[in-house]
């Protein structure tokens, strides 16, 4: 991954009449970076995949791939291929015959054609299934195919949108190890759609997250897991959520300069540990408890009503209606502004820290009486 952009949205609006898909997105993809674009139904994640594919042309804007001004070319100008949720495949086809139909609209001679196939074939696990019809197929591999059908196509960008919500959970985790194995195998520069936090956490490069047509927070996995830089941020990466509370819910935290009821806090369920009731900080009472096996997550409702979810390793065997303690590490709270819902304050930035390139930790807590310098 270079830092050259390969990708670049400037400034990019699409709209039809009342709704709107994009709201003067800039964005840059780094050259075979994997970029995940993340956000709820219809932010607009599909829109801005489909101006990149030249699906769409914006209202106002320009769109670049690979230093050229693409912002009218057609989507086979781009030299890029797409994968889609519904794999598109001719029923009618084979295996082999859906991979390389696009070599052939293309006019690849034949014998470059089989090269490509073969290699398509191994790189993707279906070597044997060729002379199969997609309906002979599992999800998974008819998945592999529309894959396939991307690699073949030897384009250096790869566009996904969702390829994998049709696929159950078990098959998702692996082909989504597939995906990024053969992206970085091949050097491939995606840009790949979804809702599903999970994915966007565990695949991506950068993850820009959406909302509403405008992006929200552009980072790394664990610069948004770190340093969300919203509420909406906070509990839309990490699960279960990080659990907001209004200012009042907890004891004062030391150095807040703001008045409590001005202020959202927020604690990841790491980051809470379940006490002895007179240990605790404050004391909630379970009203469920989540058993996953190797932990469980427990939510807890303080004092004041609001919930407040605690990861506990293994089975503590605390069932609802019991009262406990619960504590945390200052250090560990994030602090947003009630009224603009931004991010004041992260435990590990210091005063004036970008939260989308988090500086060294510190345990100062200076920077938490000077908010407006964020
Ligand atoms: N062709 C269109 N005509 C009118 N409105 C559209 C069109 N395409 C998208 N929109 C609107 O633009 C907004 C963004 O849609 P988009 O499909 O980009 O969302 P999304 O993030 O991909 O959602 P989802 O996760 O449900 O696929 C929505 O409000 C949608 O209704
Ligand atoms: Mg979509």
Known sequence: MSDAAFIRLDGVSKGWGGSVGARELSLSVPQGAFLVLLGPSGCGKSTTLRLIAGLETPDAGRVLIDGRDVTHATPAERRLSMVFQSYALFPHLSVAENIVFGLEVRRVPRAERMERLERALELTGLAGYERRRPGELSGGQRQRVALARAVVADHPLCLMDEPLSNLDAKLRHSVRQDIRALQRRLGMTVVYVTHDQTEAMTMADIVVLMRDGRIEQAGTPAQLYKFPASVFAAGFVGSPPMSLLPGEALPRPPGLALDPGAVTLGLRPECVRVVAPERGMITGVVRESEFLGAETFMVAVTPGGSLLTARVPGDPGITAGVTVGLAWDWADLHVFDRATHRRLRGA????????????????????????AAE
């Open 348 to 371: 590990t930035v210091p005063a004036g820290g970008d939260v989308t390139s988090p500086v060294g930790a510190t345990s100062s807590l200076e920077f938490f009486t000077s908010p």
